[in-house]
């Protein structure tokens, strides 16, 4: 199975088991391919309550961005001119009065103006909703060359400490110890044995993680020298402050929040006439022109094999509504919806 199903059946079992390792009365926000402009998750877990998705509802269904967050989480509780209620942004203020306006579109600020100032207000308090994020990278075959590679990108999550714990999901193995954890990979990432992709998905951890330090300093590692006798050069990085972090925690599970696993549909064609969504524990997209499962790379305007929908499926309701395409959408974003 190529990596893409393999990504939506682990979100799929990750939504209804997450954690793994304990029993918790928690929930489970399940996104794909989030992180940050330098590095990418696979697959991202935001451990919550349903106290705190309650509290979080009154902001709308979309994300909050960097400059709505600023606004939320610092708008008074009483009338008060915007500059003298928000802290100093780092960024001019004219993106911060953009952004105020949009808050109030959006229902979760009162604007007023007196004089030539704009006063703020919130109608609802931020809430401290997300405990924890979790990032899993999915390597369904792990050879030793994507092994080297793998373990890389892995030790820069761990020093920079941005998720609370960092997993490696790979296929599960006949062999009396799984080859993952024969690799280097670093001792601190756990490792998920994935088996019966094809009945739902079977997920066995096999190695523990640890829990990084989120709230300290983390470390950017921009260069590192490649090793050798004749290797001098020097390693380059960077601190991360635990105000950055803090900051750009919020902005991963805000969309997380938004998108969830089954976003795929969004950049898929499901206006062609092959595309369906099967298996129920999902679903899943399934292509019937060629008989298989496509990838969200494959199903896209470069298809030779796209075929748009008759028009008579799409004309049955004003607006258009009744295509197979828009009905796949609409079941996903119901999923979407329900869990959110």
């Given at each position: 199975?190529?990596?893409?199903?393999?990504?939506?059946?682990?979100?799929?079992?990750?939504?209804?088991?997450?954690?793994?390792?304990?029993?918790?009365?928690?929930?489970?926000?399940?996104?794909?391919?989030?992180?940050?402009?330098?590095?990418?998750?696979?697959?991202?877990?935001?451990?919550?309550?349903?106290?705190?998705?309650?509290?979080?509802?009154?902001?709308?269904?979309e994300?909050?961005?960097?400059?709505?967050?600023?606004?939320?989480r610092?708008?008074?509780?009483?009338?008060?001119?915007?500059?003298?209620?928000?802290?100093?942004?780092?960024y001019?203020?004219?993106?911060?009065?953009e952004?105020?306006?949009?808050?109030?579109?959006?229902?979760?600020?009162?604007?007023?103006?007196?004089?030539?100032?704009?006063?703020?207000?919130?109608?609802?308090?931020?809430?401290?909703?997300?405990?924890?994020?979790?990032?899993i990278?999915?390597k369904?075959?792990?050879?030793?060359?994507?092994?080297?590679?793998?373990?890389e990108?892995?030790?820069?999550?761990?020093?920079?400490?941005?998720?609370?714990?960092?997993?490696?999901?790979?296929?599960?193995?006949?062999?009396?110890?799984?080859?993952?954890?024969?690799?280097?990979?670093?001792?601190?990432?756990?490792?998920?044995?994935v088996?019966?992709?094809?009945?739902?998905?079977?997920?066995?951890?096999?190695?523990?993680?640890?829990t990084?330090?989120?709230?300290?300093?983390?470390?950017?590692i921009?260069?590192r020298?490649?090793?050798g006798?004749?290797?001098?050069?020097?390693?380059?990085?960077?601190?991360?402050d635990?105000?950055?972090?803090?900051?750009?925690?919020?902005?991963?599970?805000?969309?997380?929040?938004?998108?969830?696993?089954?976003?795929?549909?969004?950049?898929?064609?499901?206006?062609?006439?092959?595309?369906?969504?099967r298996?129920?524990?999902?679903?899943?997209?399934?292509?019937?022109?060629?008989?298989?499962e496509?990838?969200?790379?494959?199903?896209?305007?470069?298809?030779?094999?796209f075929?748009p929908?008759?028009?008579g499926?799409?004309?049955?309701?004003?607006?258009i509504?009744?295509?197979?395409?828009?009905?796949?959408?609409?079941?996903?974003?119901?999923?979407?919806?329900?869990?959110?």
């Open positions: 199975m190529k990596e893409f199903g393999f990504e939506l059946r682990l979100c799929a079992w990750a939504e209804r088991n997450w954690p793994p390792l304990d029993e918790s009365d928690g929930v489970s926000l399940v996104a794909r391919q989030l992180g940050t402009k330098h590095r990418r998750w696979d697959t991202v877990v935001i451990e919550t309550t349903d106290t705190g998705l309650t509290d979080r509802a009154p902001f709308d269904t994300r909050l961005d960097s400059d709505l967050l600023h606004v939320a610092n708008a008074p509780s009483s009338w008060t001119y915007y500059r003298d209620a928000l802290p100093d942004p780092g001019p203020w004219r993106y911060v009065r952004a105020v306006h949009r808050a109030s579109d959006r229902g979760f600020l009162d604007t007023r103006r007196v004089g030539n100032r704009i006063e703020i207000r919130r109608r609802y308090r931020y809430p401290d909703w997300v405990d924890r994020i979790i990032a990278e999915n369904p075959d792990l050879d030793a060359a994507a092994a080297r590679v793998l373990a990108q892995l030790e820069h999550d761990i020093a920079l400490g941005l998720a609370d714990e960092v997993w490696l999901a790979t296929s599960a193995t006949d062999a009396g110890i799984e080859p993952a954890l024969l690799e280097a990979m670093p001792v601190e990432v756990g490792v998920l044995a088996s019966d992709l094809h009945r739902g998905a079977t997920v066995e951890p096999i190695w523990n993680p640890r990084l330090g989120v709230t300290d300093p983390g470390t950017r921009l260069d020298p490649t090793g006798s004749t290797d001098r050069s020097a390693a380059r990085f960077e601190y991360a635990p105000d950055w972090k803090r900051r750009k925690r919020l902005e991963i599970a805000e969309r997380a929040y938004e998108r969830g696993w089954r976003s795929y549909a969004e950049t898929m064609r499901t206006d062609c006439r092959g595309f369906e969504l298996d129920p524990t999902g679903p899943f997209p399934w292509c019937a022109l060629k008989s298989r496509q990838t969200a790379a494959e199903c896209s305007a470069r298809c030779r094999e075929e929908e008759p028009p499926w799409r004309a049955r309701e004003w607006p509504e009744g295509g197979p395409g828009k009905a796949a959408k609409r079941l996903l974003e119901r999923k979407r919806a329900r869990r959110r």
